[in-house]
């Protein structure tokens, strides 16, 4: 057997229907697209989202979609990290109020939360609506207290 012996099994290769090329040859005139309409114009089927003469599906959704959407029920919270309270003195009792009063909260009226962002070295008794395990752990080694308010 040399490598010009070598052939695809029988049937396993078709040959492509050659349209538009006359009458005699089967698909000759329309080339298998019948007549007039969409579906014999070139470029024929419309965008992705064209859905004939109905509303298309996008169109159709209410309009809360996309990157805008923010869930309504969201609660925003203010981030306080450990660097920003190192300012204090020992034994200070932090509170939102106070914090709000430092000029560390950008919208008062959200409730804070304390982040482990740094290192702490003053004892203080922190008052948060939030803390994480690292922060409280930080706070408590440094000897001060947590308390979460509800």
Known sequence: MKLNDLMPNEGAKKSRK??????????????????????VRSGEGGHLYRQGGNLP???RLPFMRGEGFTPPNRVEYNEINLTQLERFKAGTEITPELLAKANLLSKPKNPVAILGNGELSVALKVQAHRITKGARAKIEAAGGSVEVIG
């Open 18 to 39: 050659r349209v538009g090329r006359g009458i005699s040859a089967g698909q000759g005139k329309t080339a298998g697209h019948g007549t007039k309409g969409q579906g």
């Open 57 to 59: 599906f996008y169109r």
